[in-house]
């Protein structure tokens, strides 16, 4: 069964420092995976997605399949950064998982 | 630029009550879900369309069900309202690329805040 995990319900950092947020997955194909991103009062909206190794917002992240993670990195963080982030897993004809998410707070 | 509205912000219902929500999108998309979102435990898939008149369960159906008599309308149904299905209910649309639905971007309403009392 496909199973995404974020074990850091939240996380707090300073303006300026690095961040890293978890996410871990199991699944015995190929994934497709998505960091999803919801500011306060707004909707809940795509981040990046692994397949287009693209960098949005100064956020990356890379697909270690070997480790099965998926783990969104900043090298400094600002207070706009702060919001609920979620890992997501898909794959084709297979399921579409949520993980449970983390609040990042960046504090001045 | 894709849209998707929920008919309200928020909601207020005794148990007992049928409460719909509606979830409409403009940009033709052929699938539509509907989540609802709890504090730990993240999104949780109540229910699918990815074709007009065509539904599947997702992940927690019990207690739901779902119409979509239209391409841009997909709309939830609490036939009895319980205290347990209080919760934030998010609706997405995406394309279908080929494949199962549940694999791609997703766009996503507002959300409609729903309390049972």
């Known amino acids: 069964a496909q199973r995404v995990t974020q074990p850091e319900k939240l996380l707090s950092v300073f303006k300026g420092a690095p961040v890293e947020l978890k996410c871990n997955y199991s699944?015995?194909?190929?994934?497709?995976l998505f960091w999803y991103v919801q500011y306060s009062r707004q909707r809940l909206q795509l981040l990046l997605r692994?397949?287009s190794r693209e960098s949005i917002k100064g956020f990356t992240a890379d697909l270690n399949k070997g480790e099965t993670s998926f783990h969104l990195k900043k090298p400094f963080a600002q207070e706009e950064d702060s919001a609920m982030y979620y890992c997501?897993?898909?794959?084709?004809?297979?399921?579409?998982?949520f993980g449970p998410g983390t609040r990042l707070s960046v504090l001045p | 630029d894709v849209k998707v509205t929920q008919s309200s912000r928020y909601l207020v219902k005794r148990t007992g009550e049928k409460v719909f929500l509606e979830c409409v999108q403009d940009?033709?998309?052929?699938?539509m879900f509907w989540y609802r979102q709890d504090p730990g435990l993240g999104l949780r898939l109540i229910y699918f369309?990815?074709?007009?008149?065509?539904?599947e369960k997702g992940d927690i159906p019990e207690g739901y069900s779902v119409s979509r008599e239209k391409k841009e309308r997909f709309s939830l149904i609490l036939e009895s309202a319980s205290t347990n299905q209080t919760s934030m209910y998010l609706c997405?649309?995406?394309?279908?690329?080929?494949?199962?639905?549940?694999?791609?971007?997703?766009?996503f309403g507002p959300g409609t805040r729903l309390t049972v009392t």
């Open positions: 997405a649309s995406s394309l279908n690329l080929g494949g199962h639905p549940r694999s791609y971007e997703q766009y």
């Open positions: 699944y015995s194909g190929s994934p497709e």
């Open positions: 692994h397949i």
């Open positions: 997501a897993l898909g794959n084709y004809g297979q399921n579409f998982v």
């Open positions: 940009m033709d998309h052929e699938n």
């Open positions: 369309s990815y074709d007009v008149k065509m539904k």
